[in-house]
């Protein structure tokens, strides 16, 4: 199981990036898949999901309405698009799915929001 996480980068408040992450070794589209984030001194928290089929989605109430997932089961990969982006989110941002109890993840992807 593979999971490479990429499009982080240094953007200016209001700004925006697109998060991929990239999977292999696993039935990909079977799999409802996850982003996570971990600022400095907090809790890795959850971001977004997206269903196996991408039909339904979640996301935590600090985002809704800025960021979107989304899910190309031909390219075995899940999106982030992050939109007004804000200094607190700052975080390395993960991609991350459950099989069988156990949970699998990506390196991360640091994202910053500076001016």
């Known amino acids: 199981v593979q999971l490479v996480e990429s499009g982080g980068g240094l953007v200016q408040p209001g700004g925006s990036l697109r998060l991929s992450c990239a999977a292999s070794?696993?039935?990909?589209?079977?799999?409802?898949m996850n982003w996570y984030r971990q600022a400095p001194g907090k809790e890795r928290e959850l971001v977004a999901a997206i269903s196996s089929a991408g039909g339904s989605t979640n996301f935590a109430d600090s985002v809704k309405g800025r960021f979107t997932i989304s899910r190309d089961n031909a390219k075995n990969t899940v999106y982030l698009q992050m939109n007004s982006l804000q200094p607190e989110d700052t975080a390395v941002y993960y991609c991350n799915f459950q099989r069988r109890g156990s949970y699998y993840w990506g390196q991360g992807t640091q994202v910053t929001v500076s001016s």
């Open positions: 070794g696993f039935a990909f589209s079977s799999y409802t």
